[in-house]
């Protein structure tokens, strides 16, 4: 199970390619070989990179919604429009889609983020300005993580 952390910074070459930090590289070495897909996130301005692992198990999780009901198909055709196989090429580079990089204006400075099983592609300014967003964490951790329950040990959360 992959648990990707980490922020980096990265640039884009003039041909829209960026090369994969070792520390992501390193924590991805067993996805390698098998590639990626990378798409639009549906909550916020950035990409995200599916390891083609994670990918295939989100699909499955797709393909298990009735498609005859309308509200299904709008979210797995907004999911999956502009979802694009991606491959590292000789110099460990990946080239990023131009039709996707214009919806989260990808610049020449990028940050990507470890997030768990993928890895978040955002235009560095707009990282930035996500994360002077006020947010009240201690509410967000309530409702997101108070429904787990407690199994006795106290979470840490900073």
């Known amino acids: 199970m992959l648990n990707l952390l980490g922020e980096y910074d990265v640039r884009l070459d003039a041909k829209g390619r960026l090369v994969l930090p070792a520390g992501l590289k ?49 979210f797995i055709r907004r999911f999956t429009a502009g979802a694009t196989h991606l491959e590292l090429d000789g110099s460990g580079r990946l080239l990023l889609p131009k039709a996707l ?42 409702d997101v993580m108070g429904s787990l329950g407690n199994d006795g040990a106290t979470p840490h959360i900073p």
């Open 101 to 142: 990089m214009d919806d989260p204006k990808l610049a020449k400075d990028l940050k990507l983020v470890g997030l768990g099983d993928r890895v978040e592609v955002w235009s560095k300014a707009g990282y930035a300005q996500m994360r002077r967003e006020k947010v009240d964490l201690s509410a967000l951790a309530e």
């Open 26 to 74: 390193k924590q991805l070495a067993d996805s390698l070989s098998r590639g990626f897909v990378i798409n639009r996130d549906v909550f916020r301005p950035c990409l995200v990179l599916y390891p083609q692992q994670v990918w295939d198990d989100t699909n499955r999780m797709l393909g298990r919604l009735n498609r005859f009901v309308e509200k299904n198909m709008e």
